[in-house]
């Protein structure tokens, strides 16, 4: 954790300004929400161990509680764009020795997520080229080559990745929406019973913790609007736009996959395999190719959702060297595309790097990389959400601007994203689906992080204070 600064140069202009517009945003987050994937693993594993016939309220709830903190969320953004979207915010809230910790928080949260996804995109790929032209490519393998592309999309200017992103995106959510028609068709209007929204479905059956778990876990990404806010075109108004448009996409469909469903069986089919009960569906309502079809965007969903925590990693690598808490070089962007180059290949080099260990330990990428890393970025990113709503709160609390948007709302995100983080930390073995002491322990690297990055802003306010002062600070007028 170096606290070398930069010197402006030929290489060192910033990102590229104006780029984005909130299409272009909405498609980066829902691409790291990676809708395929949550619909075929997710919403099976919240229906079985979650509440049943009640898992669209869930669903309902926690878009509600994600509205509610881009209430105060995209009310800061006038007064905090930055790369390093949590850092900047938490540090204009509760103070450099709170945004400091969450930067590092956020970075390690990001790398532990695009790897756990990477090792889930590496198992379907080696099993989808097997099924499909009979040949065994190392799983391993398969995930080098999406790295040196993803490493290569990153490369470029920003609209580049967000073009595929959109088209990947596009692919996967179609294909998913065309097996919730065909089961509406089929089994009628009435199968969609209102019974899934009813407080005594979703309330008091099965665990509500456990549902709301796998509810949020669906959404991980979401928050990645604000991070592109120094790329975006006017972000005063396209940062809230696209993370309101991000929710609401977001929410509805997984209201309407999950719902569609549980109509298209019962509740005990689910239980018995939620691993293929999607795949069984689409077989049985569309047919085996559009179940071939899903097989193989599972894939590139996972793919989009690498490239995108990819990119929201780089940008929290430049943020913090730009403020003179990385390694310098680290702030250099492409001359012509202005991307963060030598950041995007720090992200694409920890990524790689932690992803061959686990092949060189012989380890499988789903139950042992995927699950190990998953966990770790989700209570990563849910306390990451709970103590930006937190920080908004406060911002606006010392400002003395009071009222639904500055106080209210964020005060009633603080309270239940914090309460979903709390029973992800209790719940936690439903996350990783694993009793291992190890991987259930993992999450307790954050505290090891916070505390080396306290450390860092301790010594960095005592003697070098002027660095100390910039941290965190505006970097679009």
């Known amino acids: 954790m170096a606290t070398t600064t930069h010197t402006p140069g030929a290489q060192n202009e910033g990102l590229a300004g104006g780029t984005l517009g909130a299409g272009h945003l909405v498609f980066m987050v829902m691409a790291a929400v990676a809708p395929a994937a949550g619909a075929v693993a997710l919403i099976p594993l919240s229906i079985a161990l979650g509440v049943g016939v009640g898992t669209p309220g869930v669903f309902v709830i926690v878009a509600l509680i994600l509205l509610l903190f881009a209430v105060g969320f995209t009310r800061m953004v006038p007064y905090v764009r930055n790369a390093g979207a949590f850092y900047a915010f938490i540090t204009k809230g509760l103070g450099r020795l709170a945004g400091l910790p969450a930067a590092y928080v956020a970075l390690t949260a990001y790398l532990c997520v695009g790897t756990a996804t990477l090792g889930a995109l590496g198992f379907f790929a080696n099993l989808t080229l097997d099924q499909f032209f009979g040949i065994d490519v190392p799983w391993w393998l398969c995930c080098l080559i999406a790295m040196v592309v993803i490493g290569l999309l990153g ?17 996967e959510g179609a294909a998913v929406l065309v097996l919730d028609v065909a089961i509406l068709i089929r089994q009628g209007a009435g199968a969609f019973t209102l019974d899934a929204f009813a407080p005594s479905s979703v309330l008091t059956t099965g665990s509500l913790g456990v549902a709301l778990i796998y509810g949020f876990s669906c959404f991980q990404g979401f928050e990645g609007t604000a991070i592109y806010a120094e790329e975006a075109r006017d972000p005063d108004r396209t940062v809230p736009r696209a993370t309101y448009g991000a929710v609401l996409c977001v929410g509805l469909f997984f209201v309407l996959t999950s719902w569609a469903l549980i109509a298209g069986g019962t509740v005990e089919q689910v239980a018995a395999d939620p691993g293929t009960y999607a795949f069984t569906l689409s077989t049985d309502f569309v047919g085996p190719l559009w179940t071939d079809l899903l097989q193989v965007l599972i894939v590139t969903s996972a793919f989009a959702g690498v490239l995108a925590f990819h990119n929201a990693a780089s940008r929290y690598l430049y943020a913090l060297a730009r403020d003179g808490f990385m390694p310098g070089p680290l702030t250099r962007t492409h001359p012509r595309f202005r991307s963060p180059t030598v950041a995007g290949l720090t992200s694409f080099g920890v990524m790689t790097l932690v992803m061959l260990g686990f092949a060189v330990a012989g380890l499988d990428p789903l139950t042992n990389l995927s699950t190990s890393l998953t966990g770790v970025g989700a209570v990563g990113i849910l306390t990451l959400i709970t103590v930006t709503s937190l920080a908004v709160f406060v911002f606006f609390l010392r400002r003395r601007q009071y009222g639904w948007r500055y106080t209210v709302a964020p005060a009633l995100a603080t309270l239940g ?37 306290v450390g860092l802003g301790l010594w960095t306010r005592a003697r070098r204070p002027d660095v100390y002062a910039t941290m965190g600070t505006t970097r679009v007028d």
């Open 417 to 453: 994203v914090g309460s979903a983080t709390g029973l992800a930390l209790s719940n936690y073995e439903a996350i990783t689906g694993t009793t291992s002491t190890v991987i259930n322990s993992l999450p307790w690297i954050h505290l090891v992080v916070i505390a080396v990055a």
């Open 155 to 171: 490369y470029f200017r920003i609209t580049v990745a967000a073009g595929v992103l959109g088209a990947a995106l596009v692919a």
